[in-house]
């Protein structure tokens, strides 16, 4: 077996190996939207499995928050339109850059107000994890799925 065929053998598990992981992450993070949406009665509980439409289901367990200054409802309604807009523009030059990177600090603000909902002052470590190491936002949502919100737990105001 020549060089060249080692490479690409290597290279061929490597993407094997990477699909199995982003699969398996998946998987965690729609069985931990699952079932905090059952557990919350939201309606169609199974959009968590669709992508875009698990998005509805983060906004409907979010609510509204409120991000530097403004607050932002219908949080259900923005967070998969938002996904939908940088899935289709996100590949035009400037714009789309500009597009995606206001995306990621919304569905941060998202996932830091999700996290303070159920976890209280973890919140913020939570989020820096799943920022520096993306593979840990779907594990945190797994592990929410069967979480209570916080006793008295009010998403409105908290600034971030």
């Known amino acids: 077996m020549g060089?060249?065929?080692?490479?690409?053998?290597?290279?061929?598990f490597f993407i094997f190996l990477l699909?199995?992981?982003?699969?398996?992450?998946?998987?965690?993070?729609?069985i931990g939207l699952y079932?905090?949406?059952q557990k919350a009665g939201i309606e169609n509980p199974w959009l968590a499995w669709v992508p875009?439409?698990?998005?509805?289901?983060?906004?409907?367990?979010?609510?509204?928050?409120?991000?530097?200054?403004?607050?932002i409802d219908k949080m259900e309604i923005?967070?998969?339109a938002g996904s939908a807009a940088v899935l289709v523009l996100g590949g035009i030059p400037v714009i789309g850059t500009l597009l995606s990177?206001?995306?990621?600090?919304?569905?941060?603000?998202?996932f830091y107000y999700l996290f303070k909902k159920y976890r209280g002052e973890k919140a913020g470590g939570m989020l820096i994890l799943s920022i520096i190491f993306i593979f840990m936002g779907?594990?945190?949502?797994?592990?929410l799925r069967d979480a209570d919100p916080i006793e008295g737990f009010n998403n409105y105001p908290m600034d971030m």
């Open 19 to 30: 699909f199995v992981v982003l699969i398996v992450l998946y998987v965690l993070k729609s």
């Open 52 to 71: 875009v439409a698990d998005m509805y289901i983060m906004g409907k367990l979010v609510g509204k928050i409120n991000l530097f200054n403004q607050e």
């Open 101 to 110: 990177l206001a995306y990621a600090v919304l569905t941060f603000a998202a």
């Open 3 to 12: 060089r060249w065929e080692l490479i690409l053998g290597a290279g061929l």
């Open 78 to 80: 923005i967070l998969p």
């Open 138 to 143: 779907p594990i945190f949502l797994f592990t």
């Open 35 to 37: 079932g905090m949406a």
